[in-house]
């Protein structure tokens, strides 16, 4: 065979490899000339042309310069058209302009391959498409068909839309599709994600040693004096996991620089890439020492949240971002559960019913200012729900439910005209509320034959789990094996821990709390228990049939289930009763 001249090689290099391409078109990146040094790691993802590819990574760490290059390269070397997207399309602007035209403008013969179409969300070449798209806006993903996308920061994204973003490459041959992102919940988002991938680690061998290890906070830094920020920083240090030898910043660059991706589960078809800021050439270990120190000395939870998230590149929730089986077992008080239908006529009771493909039935006592006691938790079909609430009544006990409007919406809407004790719920645009609940009674003589009650869902969720922290809501013994008990704890547990807050955006890029299930992990009691609390916000005795429970009746709501909490009670203009009851956060 002929000998390939070096121009040739390197031609054919450059046209298979972007990171051989960007040099050779000397690329300018972020104010400076492209290249490699300090960044060893990188070489093999920008030469990785797998179908799926999944980075969680810490910030910072050059893989959007990676994968903006491997964007440039695939459009006009490989002639595929690309998508890239970005969490909010309000942010498009600034990263095109910041980021993209930058990398563009550097090298005249790019830059002209553009000249067909050159906007902030589109570019052009004689053939060839890219596209840059915010996750909100899902009629801004339609109507564009691309061979690859690229998804950066995954989890700050819209999760709803990233479906459709998925189907752009319906008609392609290629379907590449690369996520990268800075993680946030466990098993959400690009976490899940490299699970189920290879699980490639960059992993570096000692230099006294030999060992080969990937750098991990708890196995190779040790803490040092906390007495004061100073001295943290100053003794804190990174070793070796097996000869405990301690490691300048420098010989840890030394060490990267032959280093290698180790994958943890070989084989599996999706490649997958983890690295920390541990191996960052730009930051070292006394600036993550002082993230530490703000974190888990002075309890400053966004430094714990930089320091897990964003420089560590794990998976980390605040404390109030979810319940956990240590919430729920301090909220466990040693009473026997009496169940619905052992309770006395005494106390007034609220039950909340979250609808699937069962029931699923909370139940407390206690309103005001009181305690609440979780005195049942069941699973119920709509004919033994309804003879329960029969059952109620007929033994005289108030009662008062907030129920799932959805998804059997005709059978709740014919149960809740049955009972006017029952109050529908619906989940409510944030937006458009300023409480927990909006109550809105029915009113038969316009048509409106059930309670219907509108819930901040996000809010509601924040409420319940809050009150169970600060014990508010307490729950019987043996809570933790209840429903299908298991080897750990039983479906009540699984489910009331199945949520974790996240920070998401909005349709217009605005940020919002939202709850996710992680893996898609059931969630039933947990959204009971929140109908139910909502219950237990307004008191029985609106529950009585139209008109008289619009009469002027004085039915006080708590003032004091947070420390953050007022109560509010409302009166129409005209005079009856009320209009909304809430909580005002």
């Not at 993680?183 to 490639?200: F, H, I, L, N």
């Not at 994958?263 to 890439?273: L, S």
């Amino acid at each position: 065979p002929t000998k390939l001249s070096p121009e040739a090689r390197l031609a054919m290099l450059a046209e298979a490899y972007a990171d051989v391409w960007a040099q050779v078109m000397a690329l300018g990146v972020d104010g400076r000339q492209w290249d490699l040094k300090g960044r060893a790691y990188l070489k093999d993802v920008y030469r990785d042309n797998g179908q799926r590819i999944v980075c969680k990574k810490s910030a910072q760490m050059g893989f959007t310069v990676a994968f903006l290059v491997q964007t440039l390269h695939r459009v006009l070397i490989w002639k595929w058209n690309g998508l890239y997207l970005l969490p909010t399309k309000v942010g498009v602007i600034p990263f095109v302009q910041g980021r993209i035209n930058p990398i563009i403008d550097s090298n005249p013969a790019i830059d002209a391959r553009f000249s067909s179409v050159d906007s902030i969300t589109h570019k052009r070449t004689d053939s060839n498409n890219l596209y840059f798209r915010g996750s909100t806006v899902a009629t801004d993903l339609r109507e564009i068909p691309v061979d690859f996308e690229i998804w950066d920061e995954r989890d700050k994204m819209a999760s709803n839309n990233l479906h459709l973003a998925l189907t752009r490459m319906d008609g392609s041959h290629h379907k590449h599709l690369a996520t990268l992102s800075t993680p946030t919940a466990e098993d959400y988002g690009v976490d899940a994600e490299y699970k189920d991938s290879d699980q490639r680690q960059w992993t570096l061998r000692c230099l006294f040693c030999n060992h080969a290890q990937f750098l991990d906070w708890e196995e190779n830094v040790v803490i040092g004096d906390t007495v004061t920020i100073d001295e943290c920083k100053a003794t804190t240090y990174v070793q070796c996991q097996h000869c405990h030898k301690p490691w300048t910043h420098a010989q840890i660059m030394e060490m990267a620089e032959e280093g290698f991706w180790d994958p943890q589960q070989p084989g599996r078809a999706v490649h997958g890439y983890y690295i920390n800021q541990l191996v960052s050439p730009t930051r070292t270990i006394d600036e993550l020492a002082e993230i530490w120190y703000k974190g888990e000395i002075r309890g400053d939870i966004d430094a714990s949240r930089e320091l897990w998230n964003s420089a560590l590149g794990l998976a980390w929730a605040a404390p109030g971002d979810r319940l956990t089986v240590e919430n729920l077992n301090d909220a466990m008080d040693g009473f026997e559960m009496p169940r619905l239908h052992g309770i006395s006529r005494n106390a007034p009771v609220a039950i909340g019913v979250d609808v699937g493909r069962d029931l699923h039935v909370v139940a407390m006592q206690g309103f005001a200012e009181e305690k609440r006691r979780v005195v049942d938790i069941r699973i119920e079909n709509w004919p033994s729900l309804t003879e329960l609430f029969l059952e109620l009544n007929e033994r005289g006990i108030a009662w008062q439910c907030v129920m799932d409007a959805n998804p059997e919406k005709a059978l709740a809407e014919n149960l809740a005209a049955r009972f006017p004790q029952l109050w529908l719920a619906f989940y409510r645009d944030p937006k458009l509320m300023s409480q927990v609940a909006e109550w809105r009674p029915a009113e038969p003589l316009k048509g409106k034959g059930h309670n219907v009650v509108m819930v901040d869902r996000t809010m509601a969720i924040d409420m319940s789990h809050a009150m169970i922290r600060k014990r508010q809501i307490v729950l019987p013994k043996g809570a933790n094996q209840m429903v299908n008990p298991g080897k750990e704890h039983g479906d009540f547990y699984s489910q009331m821990i199945a949520q974790t807050a996240i920070t998401e955006p909005d349709g217009v890029g605005n940020p919002r709390r939202v709850y996710v299930q992680p893996g898609g992990r059931a969630d039933h009691y947990d959204h009971a228990l929140t109908y139910c609390t909502v219950a237990t916000t307004l008191q029985p005795g609106y529950n009585n049939p139209v008109p008289e429970y619009l009469g002027l009746q004085d039915n006080p709501i708590s003032a004091n289930i947070l420390d953050e909490t007022a109560g509010l009670f409302t009166r129409d203009d005209d005079g009856m009763d009320f209009d909304n009851v809430y909580f005002d956060f």
